[in-house]
């Protein structure tokens, strides 16, 4: 399904609530990592209504910074 | 101190009437940061309870506590002193307690509490756990009170080179996390080296330990100290450990919830933003992963967590006497003139330091000394000098001596283009700033003072509040 944060087609279900009440679901993204859950704030789980600022849809991962650089291996 | 536990902790605040049950239903989002925030606020920081939420929508029967050490009230209890105790004087009973060093001692058992229940397939730490995003634009459900263990791959043996530091984690996936460690830090030296080997390295991530852990997690310790021995020589008694299911990382017996698993060698992953202590997020970055493979907790575990953001947030209680501390006795060693330093704004982007003038215009010399420490070379922004008999921790006084002592042509500094803390939202380039020196002490010879005499402070009264204050709760029964 489609990710409210990187608009590609990477999210999937990855949880319920546990005590079996229905209450809400989790969704995760494996392209961009975002998380949320179904009964969050429209401002959070809305595309449309999402602070455009916080938004990676025009974002490549390649292009993220590397926070700690891959050292070279060891001879 | 107890059982050095988290919920030896929260009973000694119960019973200092400092922890709340919060039982109404709440849903995780908006409603468990809401609680949060408005605990850290009551009193600006000062008196506000820690709080077990305890029934909260889709994870019925699990418990979420906020606030732990928050206010300056619960760090008192944490001290084992009057939860009316004053900044200053919990200050210095901090300082007696860290100068304690590193000799404490390590006791481990067997059978833990904290490994009472045992998850090895199918984890799933949103159902697992009662998470929930700390700040809306958070990129996910964070650990912010975490505290993370490794070794160094090179001396896996080698219990002083253990680390235990506090870094900010992401859950993704329902057994990955994505986590960011400095360079610089002692956790990044190990994995620094882990991926220059080619190996994963192995980690231990705790989550609701006693307050003393949280703070040693978070301290900036040398590389081969160890934080369970300053925890032990803090707390006056051992430190009880015991060892991870699939390795040889040592954890707190007593943790209520503890995560096992290995960094994802050489490889990077989204994470972020995340709301941070300056008040602002930072930006997304590729960090590293780390895949689960168990998580052991006590039975009915406590998940706990902090509510950062715009300050004061418990993240600034938790970092602020051992900044402060360590700088004080960083600077002392040179400069017995010093009398206290606080370092509580921003992890000490903003410092006010108390001294005497051994001569004219000392003070700036101290000041000079606290910006070329480790930690004030890239924090120490603002340097407030005050007098040594001004209480840096009481913002009343330290306002009277700028209004009082300050000739803005003679004693305020601006140093530009020195080291900046990139977290630092006006640090531009992030990692590049100024200094400010603001000199409010009294002049010394040979500078010479207009010539006027200033009211006596009063120290003897100080005995007359306690006496003032019990007539006071006399007054309201
Ligand atoms: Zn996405």
Same mark, same amino acid.
């Given at each position: 399904?489609?990710?409210?944060?990187?608009?590609?087609?990477?999210?999937?279900?990855?949880?319920?609530?546990?005590?079996?009440?229905?209450?809400?679901?989790?969704?995760?993204?494996?392209?961009?990592?975002?998380?949320?859950?179904?009964?969050?704030?429209?401002?959070?789980?809305?595309?449309?209504?999402?602070?455009?600022?916080?938004?990676?849809?025009?974002?490549?991962?390649?292009?993220?910074?590397?926070?700690?650089? #891959?050292?070279?291996?060891?001879? | 101190m107890?059982?050095?536990?988290?919920?030896?902790f929260?009973?000694?605040?119960?019973?200092?009437?400092?922890?709340?049950?919060?039982?109404?239903?709440?849903?995780?989002?908006?409603?468990?940061?809401?609680?949060?925030?408005?605990?850290?606020?009551?009193?600006?920081g000062n008196?506000?309870?820690?709080?077990?939420?305890?029934?909260?929508?889709?994870?019925?029967?699990?418990?979420?506590?906020?606030?732990?050490l928050g206010t300056w009230a619960n760090n008192a209890v944490m001290l084992g002193m009057d939860k009316d105790t004053p900044l200053k004087e919990q200050f210095y009973a901090f300082a007696e307690r860290w100068a304690g060093g590193s000799?404490g001692?390590?006791?481990?058992?067997?059978?833990?509490?904290?490994?009472?229940?045992? #998850?090895?397939?199918?984890?799933?730490?949103?159902?697992?756990?009662?998470?929930?995003?700390?700040?809306?634009?958070?990129?996910?459900?964070?650990?912010?009170?975490?505290? #993370?263990?490794?070794?160094?791959?090179?001396?896996?043996?080698?219990?002083?080179?253990?680390?235990?530091?506090?870094?900010?984690?992401?859950?993704?996936?329902?057994?990955?996390?994505?986590?960011?460690?400095?360079?610089?830090?002692?956790?990044?030296?190990?994995?620094?080296?882990?991926?220059?080997?080619?190996?994963?390295?192995?980690?231990?991530?705790?989550?609701?330990?006693h307050p003393v852990n949280s703070l040693m997690a978070s301290a900036p310790l040398?590389?081969?100290?160890?934080e369970?021995?300053y925890a032990a020589a803090f707390m006056g008694?051992?430190?009880?450990?015991?060892?991870?299911?699939?390795?040889?990382?040592?954890?707190?017996?007593?943790?209520?919830?503890?995560?096992?698993?290995?960094?994802?060698?050489?490889?990077?992953?989204?994470?972020?933003?995340?709301?941070?202590?300056?008040?602002?997020?930072?930006?997304?970055?590729?960090?590293?992963?780390?895949?689960?493979?168990?998580?052991?907790?006590?039975?009915?575990?406590?998940?706990?967590?902090?509510?950062?953001?715009?300050?004061?947030?418990e993240?600034d209680t938790l970092i602020g006497l051992n900044t402060s501390a360590t700088l004080y006795f960083q600077l002392r060693?040179?400069?017995?003139?010093v009398k206290a330093v606080n370092a509580l704004?921003?992890h000490g982007?903003?410092i006010?330091?108390a001294?005497?003038?051994?001569?004219?215009?000392?003070?700036?010399?101290?000041?000079?000394?606290?910006?070329?420490?480790?930690?004030?070379?890239?924090?120490?922004?603002?340097?407030?000098?005050?007098?040594?008999?001004?209480d840096p921790f009481?913002?009343?006084?330290?306002?009277?001596?700028?209004?009082?002592?300050?000739?803005?042509?003679?004693? #305020?500094?601006?140093?530009?283009?020195?080291?900046?803390?990139?977290?630092?939202?006006?640090?531009?380039?992030?990692?590049?700033?100024?200094?400010?020196?603001?000199?409010?002490?009294?002049?010394?010879?040979?500078?010479?003072?207009?010539?006027?005499?200033?009211?006596?402070?009063?120290?003897?009264?100080?005995?007359?509040?306690?006496?003032?204050?019990?007539?006071?709760?006399?007054?309201?029964?």
């Amino acid at each position: 399904m489609k990710c409210v944060r990187c608009l590609t087609d990477n999210a999937s279900k990855v949880a319920e609530a546990p005590d079996g009440s229905k209450a809400w679901e989790v969704y995760f993204c494996n392209r961009c990592d975002f998380v949320w859950r179904s009964s969050e704030e429209p401002e959070v789980i809305d595309p449309d209504k999402r602070d455009p600022w916080f938004q990676m849809a025009d974002v490549e991962v390649e292009d993220i910074p590397v926070f700690s650089p #891959v050292p070279p291996l060891r001879k | 101190m107890g059982e050095n536990s988290l919920r030896g902790f929260l009973e000694k605040l119960e019973k200092a009437g400092q922890l709340v049950h919060y039982t109404d239903e709440v849903i995780p989002e908006p409603e468990i940061r809401r609680i949060g925030r408005a605990a850290v606020d009551i009193a600006a920081g000062n008196t506000g309870p820690a709080v077990l939420i305890e029934n909260i929508k889709g994870y019925k029967g699990k418990r979420v506590a906020i606030n732990v050490l928050g206010t300056w009230a619960n760090n008192a209890v944490m001290l084992g002193m009057d939860k009316d105790t004053p900044l200053k004087e919990q200050f210095y009973a901090f300082a007696e307690r860290w100068a304690g060093g590193s000799d404490g001692e390590l006791k481990w058992i067997e059978n833990a509490p904290c490994q009472e229940v045992k #998850v090895t397939k199918d984890i799933n730490l949103y159902e697992l756990l009662p998470l929930f995003r700390v700040n809306k634009y958070d990129g996910g459900f964070y650990f912010s009170k975490a505290s #993370v263990v490794t070794r160094d791959p090179e001396e896996p043996d080698n219990v002083d080179k253990q680390n235990v530091g506090m870094y900010r984690i992401q859950v993704q996936g329902p057994d990955t996390l994505g986590i960011q460690v400095l360079p610089f830090h002692d956790g990044g030296i190990h994995l620094r080296k882990a991926e220059e080997m080619g190996v994963a390295l192995p980690v231990a991530i705790c989550l609701g330990v006693h307050p003393v852990n949280s703070l040693m997690a978070s301290a900036p310790l040398n590389f081969d100290q160890s934080e369970y021995k300053y925890a032990a020589a803090f707390m006056g008694e051992p430190q009880v450990l015991t060892k991870t299911l699939s390795g040889n990382l040592d954890v707190p017996a007593y943790a209520e919830i503890v995560l096992e698993g290995e960094f994802v060698p050489r490889e990077r992953y989204p994470e972020g933003p995340f709301g941070e202590f300056p008040g602002s997020y930072s930006g997304s970055r590729r960090q590293f992963r780390i895949k689960l493979n168990a998580v052991t907790t006590r039975k009915n575990p406590i998940f706990e967590n902090l509510y950062v953001g715009r300050p004061w947030t418990e993240h600034d209680t938790l970092i602020g006497l051992n900044t402060s501390a360590t700088l004080y006795f960083q600077l002392r060693e040179t400069m017995p003139e010093v009398k206290a330093v606080n370092a509580l704004y921003q992890h000490g982007l903003t410092i006010i330091v108390a001294t005497d003038n051994r001569f004219g215009c000392y003070a700036k010399t101290v000041a000079m000394r606290l910006a070329s420490t480790p930690h004030g070379t890239n924090y120490a922004k603002n340097i407030i000098m005050v007098d040594g008999d001004v209480d840096p921790f009481n913002l009343v006084q330290v306002m009277w001596a700028l209004s009082t002592r300050v000739r803005p042509q003679k004693d #305020v500094i601006v140093i530009p283009n020195t080291p900046g803390m990139p977290l630092d939202p006006c640090s531009e380039p992030p990692g590049i700033g100024g200094k400010l020196i603001i000199d409010a002490t009294t002049p010394a010879p040979p500078e010479i003072a207009r010539d006027v005499r200033m009211v006596d402070s009063i120290p003897e009264a100080e005995a007359y509040q306690k006496i003032l204050i019990d007539l006071q709760k006399k007054a309201a029964k």
